[in-house]
């Protein structure tokens, strides 16, 4: 019993090692916040492109305007439309890029707490796994020291009670032996006939329970 609980035991810590779903689930939280920032970046700098542009033509225009150089009223008219006309898509440009460094900082925000978040979880994972691994050699070592133990205790033994105990364990979930206290069985919680307490309370050959036909060990 005691190598099955440790077996088990180490079942569990095996099933444990490895990446969590918790871990596994921040990281790709944090790379999708990652790919959230690429078309934002790549926007402000087509929308930064574009308004350095419309700027360049405004100066233009305002050199035009102002500079002197032009006199007809016709074309002075034609130029103030322009400046307008430019004036509006320079506002609308930076309107937009205006709106996307407001996504940008907010998808920046949400990149730097998904990774804060990572490197949390990713610090208690670490710990226990560590924790996990040490617990993975003790078990084993314990599995081992029992094993030998066992072997020892089962050398010489007949071979037709081992193979009863085998039986038995396999079919009452790995409890082959019961106790006996105050005339009950602790396997299946049945009051025994004094006979069977008696021949089992005399410690000489193997008396099973009437009922759950366990091997009865009574002190």
């Known amino acids: 019993m005691a190598i099955d ?19 596994i689930a921040a990281r790709e939280r944090r790379d999708s916040c990652r790919e959230a920032l690429h078309p934002l970046e790549a926007s402000q700098r087509d929308l930064d492109l574009q308004a350095g542009e419309v700027r360049e033509k ?5 050199g035009k305007l102002y500079g002197g150089r032009v006199s007809n009223p016709k074309e002075l008219e034609d130029l ?12 609308t440009r930076e309107d937009e890029e205006l709106e996307v460094m407001v996504q940008l900082d907010d998808a920046e925000t949400a990149l730097k707490e998904a990774e ?10 670490e710990a226990d796994q560590k924790s996990l691994r040490a617990e993975q050699v003790e078990l084993q070592a314990e599995i081992a020291a029992l094993e030998g133990k066992r072997a020892g205790q089962v050398d010489g033994m007949d071979a037709g009670a081992l193979n009863l105990y085998a039986a038995l364990r396999e079919r009452r979930q790995g409890q082959a032996i019961a106790l006996v206290e105050r005339g009950l069985c602790q396997g299946c919680r049945i009051s025994l006939p004094i006979s069977v307490l008696q021949k089992a309370r005399t410690g000489v050959g193997l008396v099973q329970c009437v009922s759950c036909e366990r091997i009865l060990l009574a002190s």
């Open 58 to 62: 405004v100066a233009d225009v305002e």
């Open 80 to 91: 103030q439309a322009d400046h307008l006309s430019l004036k509006r898509q320079l506002k």
């Open 116 to 125: 804060a978040a990572l490197a949390e979880i990713e610090k208690a994972w």
């Open 5 to 23: 609980a440790a077996v088990a035991r180490l079942t569990e810590v095996e099933a444990r090692l490895g990446e969590s779903e918790e871990l």
